[in-house]
């Protein structure tokens, strides 16, 4: 026993040997949460607190279960495989296979993942007739997952307005549709758990008396429904002993309630709230910089991270003139760390949305740096992207059978599998592309495919002389696509990366010069091609990690770069409108500092690249909050200077020359609010182009775009 205890430091200690009462364990980032939770459990089954049987385990991922059983298996003589570990949904699983009866479902109930929910959803609005544009399927599986996850059913769910009323009764349909299957998805799962012990008392007694300890990995992420779950087993007297960060919560999106640990603090733990703050990952600088950061949210339980590790080296910040500029500064960085011996796999690129590792990916490839996308797919291999290339393939090619067969019912167009392969029939038989074979088709598919090929057409019509950014845009809004991610749920991510492809197309034609059109979007596409198929990382190859933040929670590298450090990018402009949302920006940040071991990097730009323009960019709030003294400004950027001519940036003539005098009623020395960057005042108009603005700290020159956005206080 005292092996097993004595690499504990006290408060582990003291939480692994919690009496059996309920317990919230506050542990902050790299404080060793797993060896809490695993060495609690082999000393409840060591000290013969509780059977092997009497356990209940819960995680939120496979891989962590798994790591749980392994460690387990090595501190106790029990085959960690009978025990009762595993994830929300394998644990549902594994109750409702055993009574699938008393659940209401076959017993050889098939479980569908996500690609095929959203297959079943679309084959039930066909056979209703349902418009797929008025009623997009995905926005519909978001709708009817969203409902499960707070316990609501279709018969239950409240509805304001028509187009929420036919929201409700095609999940009562596809509710039905299941059932008749035998089918459920992920949120059915847990769901239909929660539905069975709530209104089986033999049943709900039988598993609230087995399991005297229940315990539970990233508290902070669970929902409503899942905590419902846990309240339910815990009816009978078992001790719930919770373990999470709230400053590490950031997963509102995916319906994650914060406010679970502060009510499992008022419903459970009372005093036993035990503060794991010792990290064992993070040097002193780096803990010390996380620790100011987090101490401007208001609504957390509280802690404060320390290392005995020492200082370490200070935190680097770097301030672009562009957002090529920083890219081109993290790869000498990354060159030269690797110089010195430190590992490609132990460096990681962090960025707040997707669409910004195609900047990274650029200079990576340019430079021979292998690297890999973790938990997403390079730039240019993403779903939107390829779609958006088929289309501009087509514009220069129409013979490129490939092309054709991605975008001729993307977005949906009504041409079917059987209209294709009677075309791809016929323009074998023709020897012809199928594009040209497109004309003998007849009937209703006929119509279709016709169709778009007048679009095709219409689009090389329209694009002709066009510049290639400019090109792209048009593309991207007359094909169809951009509006088809404006009316999806999550679309917009998507939508960021389409964005961020006309930035493409403009570096491009600035970096290679391409004499006319016609051949600047040849060389671009080739561009893409090359960039899409060489130089990804091969398996078990040293690779620089390229991710963003939210899929950066639990992992942790020697050397950590966060890049795009900038009012409206990171705080993200979607998330940071109200407290609640900055304030889970905030945790995001503070998520993205503490990946870091021993150096951490903070990048910004100046200027940024988008929708193929400049945008001039405030550094993030978030650099403000770090203490001075833990930084180390590598040197600063060169000034910006609006580039006027051709930008096609504003829609208002330029600012007055007057210093005294500006437009709307406005004048030097006011106090003005803005919607992005809030409270300032101007300080100066200058040079008849633009106004300077000083917000708290961080001073501004707004171009009228932004201008026009002011207000008085």
């Known amino acids: 026993m005292s092996d097993l205890l004595a690499h504990l430091n006290p408060p582990q200690y003291q939480a692994v040997t919690l009496p059996p009462v309920h317990g919230l364990i506050l542990a902050g980032a790299g404080s060793g949460k797993t060896r809490v939770l695993t060495t609690r459990i082999a000393w409840l089954i060591s000290t013969q607190q509780v059977g092997p049987h009497g ?14 059983q392994t460690r387990l298996a090595a501190l106790v003589p029990v085959n960690p495989r009978n025990l009762w570990i595993g994830t929300f949904h394998g644990l549902c699983n594994r109750m409702l296979r055993a009574h699938y009866r008393d659940a209401g479902l076959p017993q050889t109930f ?12 679309k084959r039930l609005m066909k056979n209703l007739g349902v418009d797929d544009e008025k009623y997009p399927p995905r926005e519909l599986m978001h709708f009817i997952n969203a409902h499960k996850e707070q316990g609501v059913r ?8 028509p187009h929420t009323r036919k929201k409700v009764e095609i999940y009562a349909e596809y509710e039905a549709q299941c059932q008749r299957e035998g089918v459920v998805d992920f949120a059915e799962l847990l769901l239909r758990c929660y539905e069975l012990l709530s209104r089986n008392e033999p049943l709900r007694r039988h598993y609230q008396e087995r399991f005297r300890h229940i315990l539970v990995d990233e508290f902070q992420d669970t929902n409503r429904l899942q905590y419902a779950w846990l309240k339910l087993l815990a009816g009978g007297g078992a001790a719930v002993f919770a373990v999470g960060d709230d400053d590490q919560s950031i997963y509102a999106f995916r319906g994650a309630e914060v406010g679970n640990m502060r009510e499992f603090e008022r419903d459970f733990a009372g005093p036993n709230v035990i503060r794991l703050e010792q990290n064992y990952r993070s040097q002193g600088n780096i803990l010390a910089a996380a620790n100011a950061l987090i101490r401007h949210n208001r609504e957390r339980l509280g802690k404060n991270l320390w290392t005995d590790a020492g200082e370490g080296e200070p935190i680097r910040v770097f301030e672009g003139f562009t957002d090529l500029d920083e890219a081109r500064f993290v790869v000498d960085e990354i060159r030269a760390l690797v110089d010195e011996g430190v590992q490609r796999t132990q460096i990681a690129l962090l960025y707040r949305s997707n669409a910004q590792s195609r900047v990274l990916e650029h200079e990576l490839f340019t430079r021979a740096i292998p690297y890999r996308v973790y938990g997403g797919l390079r730039f240019f291999e993403r779903q939107e992207i390829k779609h958006a290339l088929a289309y501009l393939r087509l514009l220069g090619n129409p013979d490129d059978d490939t092309a054709f067969l991605r975008v001729v019912n993307f977005p949906a167009r009504g041409i079917g599998a059987r209209s294709l392969e009677n075309l791809q029939a016929t323009a074998q038989q023709m020897n012809s592309s199928l594009y040209n074979a497109a004309a003998s088709l007849t009937g209703k598919a006929g119509v279709a495919v016709g169709g778009f090929i007048r679009l095709i057409e219409q689009l090389r019509q329209e694009t002709e002389g066009l510049k290639l950014p400019e090109r792209v845009a048009h593309v991207l809004e007359k094909s169809g696509l951009a509006e088809h991610y404006r009316n999806e ?24 010069g391409a004499a006319g059109e016609a051949d600047a979007l040849v060389a671009f596409l080739t561009h893409a091609s090359l960039e899409s198929g060489e130089h990804q990382a091969g398996e078990g190859q040293e690779a620089v990690q390229l991710m963003t933040v939210h899929a950066a929670k639990g992992l942790e590298f020697d050397v950590v770069f ?50 193929g323009q400049t945008r001039y960019c405030l550094p993030s709030i978030f650099l403000e909050e770090l203490p001075p003294e833990l930084l180390k400004r590598l040197g600063k950027a060169r000034p910006v200077e609006p580039a006027w001519s051709g930008a096609g940036w504003h829609s208002e003539p330029p600012l007055p020359a007057s210093a005294e005098v500006l437009p709307d009623g406005l004048r030097v020395g006011m106090n003005v ?6 409270f300032g005042v101007i300080v100066a108009a200058e040079g008849g182009t633009r106004v300077k603005i000083n917000f708290g700290s961080a001073g501004m020159k707004l171009l009228d775009l932004e201008y026009a956005k002011l207000v008085p206080a």
Do not use: W
């Not at 356990?55 to 962590?64: D, H, S």
């Not at 279709?154 to 307005?161: F, P, R, S, V």
């Open 154 to 161: 279709a018969g239950q769910a409240e509805a304001d307005d």
């Open 55 to 68: 356990v209940l385990a819960v995680t939120f991922t496979n891989k962590a279960a798994r790591e749980m």
């Open 562 to 611: 966060i890049t795009g450090l900038e009012q409206g990018l990171f705080p993200h402009d979607n998330a940071a409108q109200d407290r609640n949302g900055l304030e889970e920006e905030r945790r995001l940040m503070y998520v993205a500092i503490t990946r870091a071991r021993k150096r951490l990097y903070l990048c910004h730009a100046q200027s940024r690249m988008l929708h």
């Open 110 to 121: 098939q479980i569908l993942d996500s690609a095929d929910q959203l297959a079943a959803i």
């Open 673 to 678: 609010r803005h919607p992005k960057f809030g």
């Open 489 to 512: 749920k999550e679309g917009q991510e998507r939508l960021e990366n389409l964005d961020e492809l006309i930035s493409a197309a403009a570096t491009f034609v600035a970096d290679e």
